[in-house]
């Protein structure tokens, strides 16, 4: 069975310094990775997504993830935090034996220290 | 082009009514989804649409749960009686018409239900 686990249920970081957001997975077969971010009294927004091919993915907002099989993670990075980049973020996975359900994470929220 | 909409916003209701929460999917998009999240938990999978059909409804809690998507447009989800525990938010999700692991899902903004 696929799982997620994301670090930290909370995490704050200074404006402008790294934003490092946590996500490891568990799948037997070969997962598509997703990152979504809900910001207050909105619907989660897709923020980028690992299929195939390429393992760094870059998504909107100056993020990017990195998928490392080897270490089942695929972190979500943003080098220069942004006040507006306060938010909860979700970790997803799925496979093509799944008809496209979503596994999540727990969610991290993500505050913004001015 | 309209998102996924979903009504109500809240609802707040009595342990043993009945609440139906409707989801609207993006125009064209064959997949509907529900999920739940529970407070403190992670969101959870519910069911899955295609079109009119339930694909896959491995995630409904329990019989007190009716999904229905008449007509492959709209969904509702009725929860009948309410219990304490079916408190949340509920997530409706839509995609396009292939049913692969790698289709972005697009959200609604969710429906809070709080049953007292």
């Known amino acids: 069975a696929q799982s997620v686990t994301q670090l930290g249920s909370h995490v704050s970081v200074s404006e402008g310094a790294l934003v490092l957001l946590r996500c490891n997975y568990s799948s037997s077969v070969p997962p598509y990775l997703f990152w979504y971010v809900q910001y207050p009294n909105q619907g989660l927004q897709l923020l980028l997504k690992?299929?195939?091919?390429?393992?760094l993915v870059k998504g909107i907002n100056g993020f990017e993830a990195e998928f490392k099989k080897s270490e089942t993670s695929f972190h979500l990075t943003k080098p220069s935090a942004h006040m507006s980049d306060a938010a909860e973020y979700f970790c997803?996975?799925?496979?093509?034996?799944?008809?496209?359900?979503?596994?999540f994470g727990q969610g991290t929220e993500l505050s913004v220290k001015p | 082009e309209a998102g996924v909409t979903q009504f109500p916003s809240h609802s707040v209701i009595e342990k043993g009514q009945t609440v139906t929460l409707r989801c609207d999917p993006i125009?064209?998009?064959?997949?509907l989804y529900w999920y739940r999240r529970v407070m403190g938990k992670e969101i959870k999978f519910l069911l899955h649409?295609?079109?009119?059909?339930?694909?896959?409804e491995s995630g409904m809690p329990n019989n007190r749960f009716l999904a229905e998507r008449t007509g492959g447009t709209y969904s509702t989800l009725k929860v009948q009686p309410a219990e304490l525990e079916d408190s949340g938010v509920y997530f409706c999700?839509?995609?396009?018409?292939?049913?692969?692991?790698?289709?972005?899902?697009?959200f609604g903004p969710g429906t809070r239900l709080l049953v007292l």
């Open positions: 997803a996975v799925s496979d093509d034996n799944q008809g496209g359900k979503l596994i």
């Open positions: 649409f295609v079109k009119e059909s339930k694909q896959d």
């Open positions: 999700a839509s995609s396009q018409t292939i049913r692969q692991g790698w289709e972005t899902q697009y």
């Open positions: 690992y299929t195939t091919g390429a393992t």
């Open positions: 125009s064209g998009h064959d997949n």
